[in-house]
């Protein structure tokens, strides 16, 4: 089946550890983005990728880190230097690079750091 | 002011009601609005786009008003199943990035 693909659902990590947020999807996608959800609050880009070996800051960007180097996979990487790194992180794929329209979103990944 | 605005709710309505959600936006060039529903705990789905002419998906139907930049979704009908968060999502200038707003809860009851 096609889909996105988030790994793993729940995450829990002490603080001033980096940790590795697993995206991975077949849908033949061009883009792929990361967005942090926290409660009673809309959905806020972090980073986002048009294309392989590209990517953009979005919003949010500090304390966290991507990578793009197949057009399959998009881990995030929270590093120690988020000041509040607990929350839900979500990625989401489009098929068109120049044009968000419909985005297809992973499971999530809940991460509490404490 | 915020980029989407959104009434947080939760809108608490017995089943077989109709509600409705507003949606307020600041940014005058968006290009293209959505509605996008979240269960409890699970990604964002698309629910459906909004035209300038109005649309409706069975019991759906969302209209835009470009005029005072603010959308809006109507549920005919409401069914338990209808519970969840539903976010106003729009396009920035270029088209190409998605805005959300927080969320309206809806809850329906028996």
């Known amino acids: 089946d096609g889909g996105i693909t988030q790994s793993p659902k729940y995450l829990f990590r002490k603080e001033g550890q980096n940790v590795t947020l697993s995206c991975e999807q077949n849908?033949?996608?061009?883009?792929m983005y990361w967005y942090r959800q926290d409660p009673g609050q809309g959905l806020r880009l972090i980073y986002y990728s048009q294309i392989v070996n590209d990517f953009q800051k979005g919003d949010i960007a500090e304390g966290y880190s991507v990578s793009r180097e197949k057009k399959e996979s998009f881990p995030l990487t929270v590093t120690s230097a988020q000041k509040n790194p607990t929350a839900f992180y979500l990625c989401a794929s489009s098929p068109q690079g120049a044009g968000a329209y419909e985005q297809y979103f992973g499971p999530g990944t809940r991460l509490t750091v404490t | 002011r915020k980029e989407v605005e959104q009434d947080p709710g939760p809108f608490n309505v017995p089943e077989g009601a109709t509600v409705a959600f507003n949606c307020t936006y600041s940014?005058?060039?968006?290009?293209?609005f959505f509605w996008y529903r979240q269960d409890c705990r699970k990604e964002p789905k698309l629910l459906m786009s909004?035209?300038?002419s109005g649309n409706e998906d069975g019991r759906f139907t969302a209209q835009l008003n470009r005029a005072s930049q603010y959308i809006s979704l109507l549920i005919r009908d409401s069914k338990l199943s209808d519970s969840a968060t539903y976010l106003c999502v729009l396009t920035n200038n270029a088209g190409n990035m998605l805005t959300f707003g927080g969320g309206t809860r809806l809850m329906v009851k028996p």
């Open positions: 849908l033949n996608h061009d883009a």
């Open positions: 940014n005058s060039a968006s290009q293209s």
């Open positions: 909004v035209y300038s």
